[in-house]
């Protein structure tokens, strides 16, 4: 009984229903057909009207008992109800059709293995014992010829005892039989739910996407880390077809090839999430067959190579600034060293010849010219061979606030544009190299001017983010209100040389990259029509957590930390406007 106790409801829900089932047609064909032949074994004045009784309180029961399972669900207590009301239904029928002589006391030994399969060896056993009680009460009221035996066939001592030992031997090997059956099929269904578990568990724990399909196309399964890489939950893609729900017209033609050559296709592709999102699949598939070989749909695997590739991306371009790198060294001679004495010699020219008109604006271009490629071998120079940050503790804050004091003093930027800043409730402090952070600062801000063409709102904020111990960075958020970056640009924004403006070297997001990676974070970006954020986060080592804050300490490291622009009413400053 434990063990059907621990089986799932749905389980024996279905039992019941079946049972439930059988008892109504069993009682429409043993009942029915006899009235509707008008068999004149039955024709006694019990019989008849019994059969009517019993066929409609089968039918009125059976209802009562479906009401009764949509409404409680089903249990093991209801079960042995319905049994026991069996084993009354089924007393009453034998006695009013003539008890020992009566053709229905097999009706007990279906009760019997019903009972065994829902309560096993114990439970077809117990049955097996009422059905002999009741049988047994029935012999001796028919040897007494008490109602509704008046009539029935007069029987002696040894009739009525050879009657019921025979019924009690047949009603007990049936219950004990059918009792270790029902026990061995538990068995055999308890290993076959193990084992259909364990395969499932084996499928979804598959770090690899696994899908199988129809011979059309159509999804059956769909494991879990499937679901992982596409976002999308198996109930939402099982019955549709994989290359339409995916927009992946590259999956059919690689089910046609191996419809043809039966060879397994191995190949790569991107697809689009259900957030949007594009993924680059490593796929491979082949065909899926049953125990006779033959094929009925298509098995596939496939992984998300979308960080493997940016890995190899990584590893490309550090490699490429290796190389350039090992260039800066030469150039750093070969360049810049004539570089300034040509410069200085046009300079020189410039002080000591009286040049006029045309000639002066040539004088003056080749200067300009000069410094503008200074500044570019300069800042290439920074980015190929830049140095190991000198890490300090600072608070981001006052470097924000330095760098917006600069670009808002720089004469090239007198426009008409806002910059907010959103100062945290505390010092922000971070272990960084200060220099290089002016330098990023400077970069986004410079990047943001130009994108807002002279109008606008420039939003930088710094917070220190703790969520839990996995989760413990510095953020840092540059938001403009300029044009926006278009989709095709994004993904290479930061690459070497990359600019969309006229004048631009297209080494400023790279260096800004170049220096984060180098303080172990990482630069994001995120950009739609009238806003561009680009998203800083730095790692807040536990390790390198920042000393007590005390008087020495501030003595110390007052201008580091806690300079900033003077409080006025009371309040912190916090929003800045650049006038024209």
């Known amino acids: 009984m434990k063990q059907v106790m621990n089986q799932s409801e749905s389980p024996l829900q279905k039992r019941l229903l079946y049972m439930m089932a059988i008892r109504v047609i069993l009682v429409t064909l043993f009942l029915g057909l006899p009235l509707l032949l008008q068999i004149e074994t039955i024709k006694n004045p019990w019989s008849i009207a019994t059969f009517y009784v019993l066929i409609g309180a089968t039918y009125v029961l059976s209802l009562a008992y479906v009401v009764f399972l949509k409404l409680k669900g089903p249990s093991l207590y209801f079960t042995a109800f319905q049994l026991s009301m069996d084993l009354l239904l089924e007393t009453i029928l034998v006695a009013v059709t003539g008890g020992l002589g009566s053709p229905f006391p097999f009706l007990f030994i279906i009760t019997i293995v019903s009972t065994a399969i829902f309560f096993q060896h114990r439970g077809g056993f117990f049955m097996a014992g009422c059905s002999s009680l009741f049988f047994g009460v029935l012999a001796l009221a028919q040897r007494a010829h008490i109602v509704p035996f008046e009539n029935a066939l007069i029987l002696g001592d040894k009739e009525v005892f050879y009657g019921f030992f025979l019924y009690t031997i047949a009603f007990f090997t049936v219950g004990i039989l059918s009792g270790r059956l029902a026990r061995r099929l538990r068995e055999k269904e308890i290993g076959f739910s193990d084992l259909r578990i364990f395969h499932e568990d084996i499928v979804h724990s598959m770090p690899s996407g696994l899908i199988t399909t129809d011979l059309e196309g159509k999804i059956t399964s769909f494991n879990r880390s499937a679901t992982e890489i596409t976002a999308y939950a198996s109930e939402e893609v099982i019955g549709k077809v994989w290359w339409e729900e995916f927009s992946w017209v590259d999956i059919q033609n690689r089910f046609k090839a191996l419809a043809q050559t039966g060879m397994p296709q191995r190949f790569e592709g991107k697809i689009r999430n259900k957030h949007g999102e594009p993924c680059l699949l490593g796929v491979t598939i082949s065909a899926l067959r049953n125990e006779q070989g033959t094929q009925t749909g298509i098995i596939g695997t496939f992984q998300d190579l979308t960080e493997i590739r940016n890995l190899e991306e990584v590893v490309h371009r550090k490699e490429q600034l290796a190389t350039i790198g090992e260039m800066a060294a030469g150039m750093a001679h070969e360049i810049r060293n004539p ?81 907010v800043f959103e100062e945290a409730l505390e010092p922000t402090l971070a272990f960084v190299d200060p220099d290089q952070m002016k330098q990023v600062f400077w970069n986004l801000a410079n990047n943001a001017y130009q994108a807002m063409q002279g109008n606008g709102t420039l939003t930088l904020s710094t917070q220190h983010i703790t969520r839990h111990m996995a989760e413990d960075y510095i953020e840092i958020l540059c938001k403009d209100t300029g044009k926006g970056i278009t989709k095709e640009d994004l993904s290479t924004i930061f690459e070497p040389f990359f600019t969309t403006k006229s004048a631009g070297s297209g080494l400023g997001l790279a260096i800004v990259q170049r220096i984060i990676e180098e303080h172990s974070g990482e630069i994001s970006v995120s950009s739609q029509p009238g806003e561009t954020i680009f998203q800083i986060r730095l790692p807040f080592s536990s390790a390198e957590a920042p000393p007590m804050i005390d008087s020495d300490f501030i003595a110390h490291h007052e201008h580091a930390l806690f300079e900033c622009d003077p409080i006025e009413n009371g309040k912190k400053p916090h929003l800045t406007s650049i006038e024209k």
Request: glycine share 2%; net charge negative; aromatic share 6%.
């Open 339 to 419: 570089l300034a004495s040509l410069s200085g010699s046009i300079q020189v020219l410039q002080n000591e010849l009286e040049l006029e008109g045309e000639n002066r604006k040539l004088m003056e271009i080749a200067i300009k010219e000069s410094e503008r490629l200074n500044a570019f071998v300069t800042q290439f120079l920074k980015y190929a061979r830049p140095l190991p940050p000198q890490r300090e503790w600072v608070n981001l804050q006052h470097l924000l606030s330095e760098t917006t004091h600069l670009i808002q003093n720089n004469p090239a930027y007198t426009h008409d544009v806002e910059i």
